[in-house]
């Protein structure tokens, strides 16, 4: 995803020396497994500061993905993911600091001081050889952007909007997911860039644009007064947009932090965030 303006997050991780995977051949209680158990123990970490895990992300610290402009309260999406991956490292709250950090400063090639960034930063193929990213946090979904008092700003489902006038962007996820998804009765209007479709929807020359959920949110609140997000929902096909945090090339901690990545998913606490935060809570429904 294109980050507008002040959105965008994180970043990614890669191969570990003191983190290293087991070995496929041994058995869980072999000495394989034990050296990579004791190896993403909290005092084994290689840390930018001792005894701290040091988070970087910009500032100011926008909704939904902080609160308040304050990253360590632990309150907005990203914020609690920090926290949840740092108890997963064996970090208490009194053991985390927060270094701000320009976005594009995050997957910069270069060192950091940071231990991990999270910033809505989109995994990509060319990010990914300034910098290392974690397992993704966050698969990224599109989102029905309408004015509050239009037609359709009261759409519960995605069936809903099937007699609406659409905008989108050419060449973007947020189109597949138009043709592919919503599938109006009538073609969607097509236009070379984002402002574009952004400026139809403030003369109402359609009646709502679809965009990834990260733009769906700073559409709603710097760029069209009076918009509102209809709803959100999940694309299909292609490969999915995700966010990662982002770490040092060669990172000494990616494969502890995708370890604490992959368990809060399989014990379903990224999806309890995701709800919490970025769901009808803050105002984008899931449509149906």
């Known amino acids: 995803m294109v980050r507008p303006s002040t959105l965008l997050a994180l970043g990614a991780l890669a191969a570990a020396v003191a983190c290293a995977p087991v070995d496929n051949t041994a058995t869980s209680t072999g000495p ?6 004791t190896a993403c123990t909290k005092d084994q970490l290689k840390l930018v500061n001792a005894g701290k895990l040091t988070i970087g992300t910009d500032k100011p610290a926008y909704e939904p993905w902080f609160k308040d402009d304050d990253p360590a309260n632990g309150q907005g999406f990203e914020s609690a993911v920090a926290f949840a991956v740092a108890g997963e490292l064996g970090f ?3 053991e985390v600091q927060w270094s701000t950090v320009k976005f594009d400063s ?4 270069g060192a950091k001081q940071f231990d991990f960034d999270v910033n809505q930063v989109s995994i990509t193929p060319d990010r990914a050889k300034a910098v290392d990213f974690s397992h993704g946090y966050y698969t990224v979904k599109q989102a029905v952007v309408a004015l509050g008092d239009g037609k359709y700003a009261g759409a519960k489902t995605l069936a809903d909007l099937k007699n609406a006038k659409i905008g989108v962007q ?5 189109l597949d997911a138009v043709k592919n998804v919503v599938k109006p009765a009538d073609d969607p209007n097509v236009y070379n860039d984002q402002v574009d479709a952004i400026n139809a929807l403030k003369n109402k020359q359609v009646d709502a644009i679809v965009v990834d959920l990260p733009t769906a949110f700073y559409v709603t609140a710097a760029q069209v007064e009076g918009s509102k997000i209809v709803g959100q929902f999940g694309a299909t096909g292609g490969t999915p947009e995700e966010f990662g945090l982002v770490m040092e090339k060669d990172s000494r901690l990616k494969t502890c932090v995708d370890k604490a990545v992959d368990a809060l998913k399989s014990k379903g606490e990224l999806a309890k965030i995701e709800q919490q935060w970025l769901g009808s809570a803050a105002g984008a429904p899931e449509l149906g």
């Open 32 to 37: 394989s497994a034990a050296t990579a158990a």
């Open 92 to 94: 208490d709250r009194d």
């Open 170 to 174: 050419v060449g973007t996820t947020s």
């Open 106 to 109: 995050a997957f910069a090639p």
